[in-house]
């Protein structure tokens, strides 16, 4: 979820009029993103990343010329956000790892349904849908928990700094502009909260797999003591004794 803020609004009917900000806010708003990486080690990583930031309703309210009028601004903004990033994971204690990163990439910022109403006047302007790419930045701070020995999931803040946003030219409700006037937001900033699965890809590698040829071992013999030999005698054959004569 995003959670976004912007510094200013620039628009040419701004100059000559002095104005009071009230409010500038945004709501919150989903964000759905993937991203490739490589480990370099255990300390270091990085990753591609790209995500959609889903639309966000903005208002705000000014008050021009010590309250001649006010301005009631209404629009959604969305992105398409591209980073390049590097991180240094902590340290792992039960599981649990802790690491901080930074990016670097582009933006695409797109304004939605800019509305202008100024009650006092009776007046309404539109501006017309719009996109503008930009230079991006963020800075990470998260914990991943290792689930399993390939999948980890991961928790984490990060502040992103999107640049600008700009409306079509803004013209009243009968189609009229005098000047071709803009609205420009100015330094678009989010506070992100994620949460994220992660997955080693490594784990599922067959490539590393060893399939040359095991050695096949003979079973070792089973001893078996040698035959025994058996010595035989013949039997005594009994013979009676001789007979003597008497004579």
């Known amino acids: 979820m995003s959670n976004q803020r912007v510094k200013k609004l620039e628009n040419a009917f701004y100059t000559g009029n002095t104005f009071r ?73 039960y ?8 990016g670097i990439g582009t933006s695409r910022n797109t304004i939605h349904n800019f509305t202008d109403i100024n009650t006092p ?29 390939n999948f980890a999931v991961e928790l984490s803040y990060r502040y992103v700094h999107l640049g600008d946003a700009v409306t079509g030219d803004i013209v009243t409700y009968t189609g009229t502009n005098s000047i071709y006037n803009p609205m420009t937001f100015k330094d678009l900033t989010s506070h992100d909260l994620r949460l994220g699965l992660r997955m080693n890809l490594d784990g599922f590698d067959i ?26 005698q013949p039997a005594p054959v009994y013979a009676p004794p001789a007979v003597r004569s008497r004579y």
């Open 207 to 232: 490539s590393r797999r060893d399939y040359s040829p095991q050695p096949v071992y003979a079973p070792a013999p089973v001893y078996a003591p040698p035959p025994q030999q058996v010595y035989t």
């Open 121 to 149: 006047n009776h007046g309404v302007a539109f501006g017309a849908d719009a996109s503008k790419w930009n230079f991006a930045w963020a800075l990470h701070a998260g914990v991943s928990y290792k689930v399993a020995k």
């Open 21 to 93: 900000v009230i409010s500038y806010e945004f709501d919150s708003a989903p964000i759905l993103g993937l991203g490739f990486g490589y480990y370099f080690n255990d300390w270091l990583r990085f990753d591609v990343t790209g995500e959609y930031r889903g639309k966000a309703r903005f208002s705000g309210l000014e008050v021009f010329n010590n309250g001649a009028y006010t301005d009631e601004y209404h629009a959604s903004k969305s992105e398409w956000l591209f980073l390049a990033n590097a991180y240094i994971d902590l340290g792992t204690w």
């Open 95 to 102: 599981s649990l790892t802790p690491f901080v990163g930074a």
